[in-house]
């Protein structure tokens, strides 16, 4: 054999194995319309992958915490993924319904994803690959209020913490707080804004990325009530148009607060089998009226949102005088624990009217924090890495959820994905909880780094 020869032969090889795998097809096919509200997005690759990297993520910039990227109409807490054996198929289904009448658009891998979907072997990053289809039906606002709106939020809360079958306490980590939040409508902006309270106290609302909000915290609720007595309230609004708007609102009596939400069959809600309706109860809403409402949230082991209720559009109805909810069958996934939050708010003051174009709400409230578990499967949840942030001067800090008690993992870095390039950041073993944070000093003024959490 000739040297040339050979040395085609061994770039050849090299080519072979450092070819990025590649998405072959995507169902629905790009520009499809009129996808039922059910369908699972079915995405096949020429390699196999690996799994524990297909994180979904909102499409936000400059970066998004996810490989698999989607527009702002979809709740990628939402997707439950399935592999077939040779993990070269995944399956994204998306708990409920898809939005109606929406173009949903998807990307793997683009530039701003912080991660990136990559071979089982080696963890190659896979071409970016990119997509949209129209989802059947008219549009729907989940809660019935035109996208076009802004929103003026006042309102005090409380919230708890429920562990066991025993009453909610104070949650230790969220104190007594008021709140006053201003959003912009579409027309006529929002320049500034300030709330006027009893005795003659303005307090002016701060400018966040073009939100306008006071928030305060205090030690009891007896502190927050004194800070924020009953009685006249009103918030100015300066516009970007004259005239100027105000929307005036009265306080009412401390002991209008709603009562506190209690899970009734808590210790049922910590052995759910997800592939069953399970119906989550509650005490009622004692004095609850047609302008008060009940909410509820679940989050996942990474915070994402698998189910907010009530939901016009999948439809999920919570009505103010419900004391159960039927969380529905599959919502939920095999072995994990996920995080519950159920508010009951006293509206003093809600209009979609007055002042137009804003939906604007006075409220008290009480939410209580809790937990829910499901069976089946002896599942080990993956780690996952989230959260991550470049430092001002370099240090690179990531947060690794779903970690298992009593194990040791290696958080472990490489600037080329070459096999034998990856060294050790941390090593990670903690007696309890499930999650750690790991820092790479060594990050400062460097290239392209590439991270993973793995059992040795």
Same mark, same amino acid.
């Given at each position: 054999m000739t040297g040339l020869l050979a040395s085609l032969l061994l770039l050849a090889a090299g080519w072979q194995a450092w070819s990025q795998p590649q998405l072959i097809s995507a169902v629905p096919a790009s520009g499809a319309t009129g996808v039922p509200l059910t369908t699972a997005i079915v995405f096949t690759f020429d390699t196999p992958m690996e799994p524990a990297l297909a994180i979904h993520a909102t499409d936000t910039t400059p970066f998004a915490g996810g490989s698999i990227l989607w527009s702002a109409n979809i709740a990628p807490g939402n997707f439950q993924n399935s592999w077939n054996a040779s993990l070269t198929v995944l399956t994204c289904t998306y708990v409920g319904n898809l939005p109606a009448g929406a173009n949903v658009v998807w990307k793997i891998n683009p530039a701003n994803a912080l991660i990136k979907l990559g071979a089982e072997e080696d963890q190659f990053p896979a071409v970016p690959a990119s997509g949209s289809f129209t989802t059947a039906g008219a549009s729907c606002d989940p809660d019935g209020i035109p996208d076009s709106f802004g929103s003026i939020f006042v309102a005090k809360g409380l919230a708890y913490l429920q562990n066991s079958a025993a009453s909610p306490v104070l949650k230790p980590d969220e104190k007594p707080g008021f709140v006053a939040l201003v959003m912009s409508p579409d027309v006529n902006a929002v320049t500034s804004a300030n709330l006027l309270r009893p005795g003659s106290v303005t307090t002016p609302l701060q400018n966040v990325f073009g939100q306008f909000l006071h928030a305060e915290e205090f030690d009891t609720q007896l502190l927050l009530d004194q800070a924020y007595p009953p009685g006249s309230y009103t918030m100015n609004l300066n516009r970007q148009t004259p005239p100027n708007t105000s929307l005036p609102m009265t306080m009412p009596a401390n002991s209008a607060y709603p009562p506190t939400p209690q899970i009734g069959n808590y210790a049922a809600a910590q052995t759910i089998n997800p592939a069953l309706a399970f119906t989550l109860t509650f005490g009622a809403f004692v004095g609850g009226t047609a302008s008060d409402f009940i909410s509820l949230e679940i989050l996942d082991d990474q915070g994402r949102e698998v189910l907010s209720a009530p939901d016009l559009c999948i %439809? +999920?109805?919570?009505?103010?005088?419900?004391?159960?909810?039927?969380? %529905?069958?599959?919502?939920?996934?095999? $072995? #994990?624990?996920?995080?519950? #939050? +159920? &508010?009951?708010?006293?509206?003093?003051?809600?209009? &979609?009217?007055?002042?137009?174009?804003?939906?604007? @709400?006075?409220? +008290?409230?009480?939410?209580?924090?809790?937990? +829910?578990?499901?069976?089946?499967?002896g599942v080990v949840p993956q780690p996952q890495i989230v959260s991550p942030q470049l430092l001002p001067g370099g240090p690179f800090i990531f947060t690794v959820n779903s970690l298992t008690p009593a194990t040791t993992y290696r958080a472990e @870095?490489?600037?080329?994905?070459?096999?034998?390039?990856?060294?050790? /950041?941390?090593?990670?073993?903690? %007696?309890? $909880?499930?999650?750690?944070? /790991?820092?790479?000093?060594?990050?400062?003024?460097? $290239?392209? #780094?590439?991270? #993973?959490?793995i059992k040795p």
């Amino acid at each position: 054999m000739t040297g040339l020869l050979a040395s085609l032969l061994l770039l050849a090889a090299g080519w072979q194995a450092w070819s990025q795998p590649q998405l072959i097809s995507a169902v629905p096919a790009s520009g499809a319309t009129g996808v039922p509200l059910t369908t699972a997005i079915v995405f096949t690759f020429d390699t196999p992958m690996e799994p524990a990297l297909a994180i979904h993520a909102t499409d936000t910039t400059p970066f998004a915490g996810g490989s698999i990227l989607w527009s702002a109409n979809i709740a990628p807490g939402n997707f439950q993924n399935s592999w077939n054996a040779s993990l070269t198929v995944l399956t994204c289904t998306y708990v409920g319904n898809l939005p109606a009448g929406a173009n949903v658009v998807w990307k793997i891998n683009p530039a701003n994803a912080l991660i990136k979907l990559g071979a089982e072997e080696d963890q190659f990053p896979a071409v970016p690959a990119s997509g949209s289809f129209t989802t059947a039906g008219a549009s729907c606002d989940p809660d019935g209020i035109p996208d076009s709106f802004g929103s003026i939020f006042v309102a005090k809360g409380l919230a708890y913490l429920q562990n066991s079958a025993a009453s909610p306490v104070l949650k230790p980590d969220e104190k007594p707080g008021f709140v006053a939040l201003v959003m912009s409508p579409d027309v006529n902006a929002v320049t500034s804004a300030n709330l006027l309270r009893p005795g003659s106290v303005t307090t002016p609302l701060q400018n966040v990325f073009g939100q306008f909000l006071h928030a305060e915290e205090f030690d009891t609720q007896l502190l927050l009530d004194q800070a924020y007595p009953p009685g006249s309230y009103t918030m100015n609004l300066n516009r970007q148009t004259p005239p100027n708007t105000s929307l005036p609102m009265t306080m009412p009596a401390n002991s209008a607060y709603p009562p506190t939400p209690q899970i009734g069959n808590y210790a049922a809600a910590q052995t759910i089998n997800p592939a069953l309706a399970f119906t989550l109860t509650f005490g009622a809403f004692v004095g609850g009226t047609a302008s008060d409402f009940i909410s509820l949230e679940i989050l996942d082991d990474q915070g994402r949102e698998v189910l907010s209720a009530p939901d016009l559009c999948i %439809p +999920l109805a919570l009505p103010v005088n419900a004391t159960s909810f039927q969380i %529905p069958a599959n919502t939920l996934q095999v $072995g #994990r624990i996920y995080s519950g #939050r +159920l &508010t009951f708010t006293k509206s003093f003051y809600s209009s &979609t009217t007055s002042p137009a174009n804003f939906s604007s @709400v006075g409220a +008290l409230t009480k939410a209580t924090a809790f937990t +829910l578990a499901t069976t089946g499967g002896g599942v080990v949840p993956q780690p996952q890495i989230v959260s991550p942030q470049l430092l001002p001067g370099g240090p690179f800090i990531f947060t690794v959820n779903s970690l298992t008690p009593a194990t040791t993992y290696r958080a472990e @870095v490489s600037t080329t994905l070459a096999p034998g390039s990856w060294t050790t /950041v941390k090593t990670i073993n903690i %007696p309890t $909880g499930s999650t750690d944070s /790991v820092i790479d000093n060594n990050a400062t003024g460097t $290239g392209q #780094r590439y991270y #993973r959490v793995i059992k040795p």
